[in-house]
């Protein structure tokens, strides 16, 4: 990242958790990718962002910048094992390039910016009520059943505010959105 783009992004992120979780997400406008241009950059990849313990953390796809990047590749594993002994699959349709010699389906798909977030919450709070995070792009299908999986399993409430919509994942398995993502 530039350092501005970053220095925008938290903005722009912060803004978001700031107004959502004080109750008033009419106020929130979600903003898309094409907005960010005027600041030199043309942004097509996915950030996500969080918040934890009053800590904003963003994270682009497959990315191991943080300092907790060993454990947060741990939870991933963690994550994705749960996911498969709970019948998950992982499509390789939500794959938009080829894949590199030392990449799997599913290696590719766990290193989606938001499950990176979520698993990044996760070990912040190993047992949290209620997970929120912050997508620039559509979160696509493979993380949209993932994310639903993974408030069942884990019992804990996953919003997910992406370019479309925000998406309240409920401890039941089932998103607000009825699967119309």
Known sequence: FSLELERVLHLFFYDYFSLGSLGHDEHVEVIPANRIKRFGNNVKFGITCTEVNGQLVCFKAHDRSHPKSAEIYAELDRLSNELKEYGHEYESS????PL?????????LCGHSEKLAIAFNFIQNPRPTFIQITKNLRVCGECHRATKLIAKIRQCE???RDANRIQH???NGL????DHF
């Open 94 to 97: 939500w794959i938009t390039r």
């Open 100 to 108: 590199k010699y030392d990449e799997t389906i599913e290696s590719v």
């Open 158 to 160: 996953i919003i997910v």
């Open 169 to 171: 994942f409920y401890k």
């Open 175 to 178: 998103c607000s959105c009825q």
